[in-house]
Each structure stands twice: as C-alpha cells, then as structure tokens.
T-cell receptor, first 113, second 115 residues
C-alpha cells in the first residue's frame, strides 16, 4: 500500500538550531510533494510544494525541502529555527495515479527560546 | 492566496441531534473538496472526497449515512453529522483544491463536541 512516513514524531530544539524533518514515501512514478504546517490553534498552511523542476524547493518562513527521487524522500530543512516555528509539520504526497494526497502522521516540533 | 472558510468554528450539540458544517472556497472555484477528521496529536484522517454535482466518495470505514456530504456548488460543500454521538466529537477539517493536480487549501476546522 502507498504510504508516507515521518520518522520524527517529536522534535525538541533550542532557538538557532538547525532543523531537518524526514519524509519518505512508497510511491513509484511521478509524485507531487507537500509540507504543511499547523501552528497551535490554527489551520494547516502550505509551507512548500514540489511538482517538477528543481528538486530543492524553497518555501515560506525560511523553510526548504529537497526531493531525492532515488531515496523516495522529501526532507524539510531550516538552518536556524525560531520559537515561532513551534508547530505540527505534515508531509503529504500525491502519486500512484491518485489525485488524493496521503498525509504522514506529523511531527511535533517544539522550539525552546 | 486561496482561502477556505469553515462554519461554525465550534459547535456543541446533544447526542442524537444533527450538525451541519459548511466549507467554502472564498476566492477560487473548487471542483473537489475533502473532509478530514483530526484526532489530538494525530494526523488527518480522510473521510471523503466531495466532487461538485456528484456523490461523495467515502473512505473505507466511514459511514456515508452518518456523515452526509453535499457539494452543491463550486464554492460550497457541507458535512452533516447525523444522529451525533459523543464518539463523533472531534476536529473536522475541510480542504479544497482549485484543480485535481493542485495543492489543497485547508479550512480552519470545526471543533464538534457531542454531549
């Protein structure tokens, strides 16, 4: 079955630390990849997306993600996190001929000031 | 950017009653809308895919007679929880996409509490 795995369920960092959240998927073929963020008490917002082209995607708020096709991965990165980055982060993948994205279980990020 | 609204944001109802939740795409037309349920500290569980003018497609295990979905226009989809029970208490989120190949935009969610 098609699946999306986010291996880091809980991440705790101090401000200015670097962040990398893993996302792996099991689809073959063409995929569309997304990272969404859900700040406390708010709705999901799109951080960045990959459809085609440059596999290094830059999103909002200093986030970026790299699509590595050979590793079936789309890891999210930020060189220096801030307290305001505390949130839930969800990876989502569309592929396998379906237009319905599959979401990972999410990663809870807590950034200490 | 694209905005999706949901109404109400919170609702408390008594067991056995029905509750309707509206999802609107405010600045784009959405041929497809999605309804999710989110449990605390967990990912989104897709309940159904709603296509304008046709019947919704429900995910396995989701009771279509309990969760009625109507997508009457390109900007409005409704989810009606019928004969609600306390176990239906949850956070319901809708999303809409301007096209099948596009990303989804999420509504702010509706917190349903059934007493």
């Amino acid at each position: 079955a098609q699946s999306v795995s986010q291996h880091n369920h809980h991440v705790i960092l101090s401000e200015a630390a670097s962040l990398e959240l893993g996302c792996n998927y099991s689809y073959g073929g063409t995929v569309n990849l997304f990272w969404y963020v859900q700040y406390p008490g708010q709705h999901l917002q799109l951080l960045l997306k990959y459809f085609s082209g440059d596999p290094l995607v830059k999103g909002i708020k200093g986030f970026e993600a790299e699509f590595i096709k050979s590793k079936f991965s789309f890891n999210l990165r930020k060189p220096s996190v801030q307290w305001s980055d505390t949130a839930e982060y969800f990876c989502a993948v569309k592929g396998g001929g379906s237009y319905i994205p599959t979401f990972g279980r999410g990663t809870s990020l807590i950034v200490h000031p | 950017g694209a905005v999706v609204s949901q109404h109400p944001s919170r609702v408390i109802c008594k067991s056995g009653t029905s509750v309707k939740i509206e999802c609107r795409s405010l600045d784009f037309q959405a041929t497809t809308m999605f309804w999710y349920r989110q449990f605390p500290k967990q990912s989104l569980m897709l309940m159904a895919t709603s296509n304008e003018g046709s019947k919704a497609t429900y995910e396995q295990g989701v009771e279509k007679d309990k969760f009625l979905i109507n997508h009457a226009s390109l900007t409005l989809s409704t989810l009606t929880v019928t004969s609600a029970h306390p176990e239906d208490s949850s956070f319901y989120i809708c999303s809409a996409a301007p096209g099948l190949a596009r990303e989804q935009y999420f509504g702010p969610g509706t917190r349903l509490t059934v007493t």
